[in-house]
């Protein structure tokens, strides 16, 4: 692929996603969601955000990639998650444990 593609493709992702946000404003304007749905909107980030860790702690190009340094890393964010650690502590944990066991090992 390209360079040029590459790009075509990161602005029109751009282009899309300014537009499926600005669609809920410009098509409920001032109404309000039933509770319900608000509850199902709020958590729509999270559950992205947990789909997207699965895909790089265990996704390869089409295939399942299960190794132990991966799999600790994620344990270790696991943990100091559980333990209150700040977002980018986790991240940093996560990526120290995985880079000492792919030394290791």
């Given at each position: 692929?390209s360079?040029?593609t ?14 499926c ?85």
């Open positions: 692929m360079s040029t590459v790009w075509i493709v990161v602005g029109v992702v751009g282009v899309v996603t300014i537009c946000k600005g669609a809920g404003p410009v098509l409920l304007g001032r109404r309000t969601l039933p509770p319900r749905a608000l509850g199902v909107v709020s958590l729509v980030a999270p559950v992205m955000l947990a789909a997207l860790v699965v895909v790089q702690a265990v996704g390869g190009d089409h295939e399942l990639v299960v190794d132990g340094p991966r799999l600790a890393g994620l344990g270790a964010a696991a943990l100091a998650l559980v333990r209150g650690a700040s977002l980018l502590l986790v991240m940093v944990v996560a990526a120290v444990v995985a880079a000492v066991l792919r030394l290791a090992f």
